[in-house]
């Protein structure tokens, strides 16, 4: 060491030299000083100062700035209890990644879903192929969220370098200006003339309460013997109903612990749950919010009703109407239900030219040709049967009645025509020509070819037909306006939000309930640019996105850019769906059957 060896050579100086060696001492300490300053500001000596996982934790949970949990003083488990972070891997006495780092504070936000349907997103760096999809998730809402938590332009990530105090300061600074007021921002382009545009604002501030739930059980027997085997576990559960299909609920919990519990004992039972989060009430904040938005340019895509293969009396999930090549598929309209998988539309209904069912009166339709003409507004509806000596009243289209009246059907409606109880009587037209007549109902109904329906004591007139005699069907809208007979395909919604981008405020004999609360949305529509787009604004979820009201959906529509919209039916129905999945949560945990949707179809096969 060169250093001693000075020290030496100095000391065997003269005495008179003393104030020259103090000198020389003092110049000495101030060099090794400086050295040692250097060696800790080198990057290697950065990069050997870690972090411990619980105390980069320990900074989030404060970041997040919820109050410690009563009798709890361990920040970590804080944190796990309010389910800011993943359950940690390996030691929490481990130095922290910069992969775990980043993954933590994702989370943290209630960020989870934005980082499942980014995980194939193009990320800038070229050493993350080892990554899960999650953790490139993660990256991908790091890198477009505001404030960013990494910087675009950069090469490398480093998923297994260990971070230091400095950054773990920064993550944790930026968390907590995120809670403030966070903005995630994404535009995607999976084919040539469509976008899908990604959209979060804010995170949760006010604690939710957890639920679990495991659906799917046909019968009230097996939903029962399930909630039998979490019992034999020591898991409380309940069993109740929804939409026809039975589920077992864990009980309603303030800390995600039991949550983790009731996931758990479900997959070892070979079952996954899925988790409900909650507050009081949905007006209590107006954020987190999320919506996704499908713009197509229709000189590339066309839209088209979608309807379930097994015709229109039936109510079938959104993900089994993606078929026939459509890029993406939104849920249509309002309707009713009858029973399980059983229901029909309500309002207006038009595919290829023909009127499916008749519109409801007081809501606005939506229209549209091959011709990339549209067209919207309220609609009337008239239908006639015209006999040989007179004429009846059409009483409904594809529509199954309970009393008397007069009915045409098609091949939408099903393979076959419903039974009835009254009198009936049906003919089977080629166009306008009879070509069977039948007595009772059940009876098939070829493709492309329409039956006449009649029950009760005016069946009488149909008695009397032969093959070959005609029997013209005659219907309009709005008493033939050519705006609206010229079109090819119609939907109706309520209430109409935008005209020509301007917020419309009419609300169409809707509740307050549907209109002023917050709820899912689902709404169709023409943008400034005269594209066609499908919206989906997620709701009834405390940490992903609390809902909107219908002025505030409007309000982010025109924003947005939007020229016209349209609002269809929400709630547990709202969902947007292509070939790689859903592009929303899901209000209900699971595809709620509906009655039928909106395919965006690319033009030509592409």
Request: neutral net charge; hydrophobic residues 40%.
């Amino acid at each position: 060491m060169p250093y001693p060896l000075l020290a030496a050579s100095l000391s065997s100086q003269r005495a008179d030299a003393v104030p020259h060696r103090r000198y020389i001492r003092s110049v000495l300490a101030l060099v090794l000083i400086l050295y040692a300053l250097f060696l800790r500001c080198t990057p290697d000596a950065e990069a050997a100062q870690t972090v411990r996982k619980d105390t980069f934790i320990a900074q989030l949970f404060q970041a997040r700035g919820f109050p410690m949990p009563a009798n709890e003083k361990s920040a970590v488990n804080a944190a796990l209890d309010y389910n800011l972070i993943p359950f940690p891997e390996g030691k929490l006495s481990d130095p922290l990644t910069r992969r775990e780092a980043i993954v933590y504070a994702i989370h943290s936000l209630g960020l989870f879903f934005e980082s499942s349907i980014l995980a194939d997103y193009p990320l800038p760096f070229k050493d993350v192929a080892g990554l899960r999809p999650e953790e490139r998730g993660a990256l991908a809402v790091a890198l477009n969220m505001n404030p960013p938590l990494l910087k675009k332009g950069v090469a490398n990530f480093a998923p297994s370098h260990k971070i230091s105090p400095a950054e773990a300061n920064d993550i944790a600074a930026i968390v907590k200006a995120a809670v403030r007021d966070l903005r995630l921002s994404v535009n995607l382009s999976p084919r040539k003339g469509m976008t899908i545009r990604i959209r979060r604002e804010g995170t949760y501030t006010l604690l939710p309460k957890w639920r679990a739930v495991v659906n799917g059980f046909d019968a009230k027997e097996d939903a029962d013997f399930f909630r039998t085997q979490l019992a034999g576990q020591g898991i409380e559960a309940t069993v109740d109903s929804q939409n026809y299909d039975w589920r077992v609920r864990s009980p309603l919990f303030d800390r995600y612990g039991g949550i983790r519990e009731f996931l758990a004992a479900s997959r070892a039972l070979g079952r996954e749950g899925v988790v409900f989060s909650a507050i009081p009430n949905w007006e209590m904040s107006d954020t987190p919010r999320f919506w996704t938005m499908m713009v197509f340019d229709p000189g590339m895509f066309e839209l088209r009703p979608v309807l379930p293969t097994e015709g229109m009396a039936s109510l079938v999930p959104l993900s089994s109407m993606l078929h026939d090549g459509a890029a993406a598929v939104v849920n249509g309209g309002y309707f009713g239900t009858s029973g399980k998988g059983r229901g029909s539309p309500i309002g207006a209904l038009m595919m290829d030219g023909v009127l499916l069912n008749p519109p409801f009166a007081g809501r606005t339709c939506f229209g549209w040709n091959s011709e990339n003409r549209a067209v919207f507004g309220q609609l009337t509806w008239k239908g006639q049967v015209h006999l040989p000596g007179g004429f009846m009243d059409l009483t409904g289209i594809n529509r199954t009645l309970k009393g008397d009246g007069v009915v045409l059907f098609s091949s939408h409606f099903g393979s076959s025509t419903p039974l009835s109880g009254a009198r009936t009587a049906e003919v089977l037209l080629d166009r306008d020509t009879v070509e069977e007549v039948r007595l009772g109902g059940g009876n098939p109904i070829p493709e492309r070819k329409r039956v006449l329906a009649v029950y009760g004591p005016a069946a009488r007139f149909l008695e009397t037909l032969r093959p070959g005699d005609t029997l013209r069907v005659s219907q309009n809208l709005n008493d033939g306006d050519p705006s609206w007979m010229n079109m090819a395909h119609i939907v109706q919604g309520g209430p109409f939000l935008l005209r020509n981008g301007e917020i419309l405020s009419e609300r169409e004999n809707l509740s307050d309930s549907i209109i002023d609360r917050r709820h899912p949305r689902t709404v169709v529509g023409l943008t400034d640019e005269g594209h066609w787009f499908f919206f989906v604004g997620d709701g009834r979820n405390a940490v992903h996105s609390v809902g909107f009201t219908l002025d505030e959906v409007a309000r982010v529509l025109k924003s947005a850019g939007v020229s016209y919209a349209l609002n269809l039916d929400g709630g547990g129905s709202s969902g947007l769906v292509s070939d790689r999945g859903f592009w929303n949560i899901l209000s209900d945990g699971l595809e709620r059957p509906v009655s039928y949707g909106i395919g965006a179809f690319p033009r030509g096969g592409r």
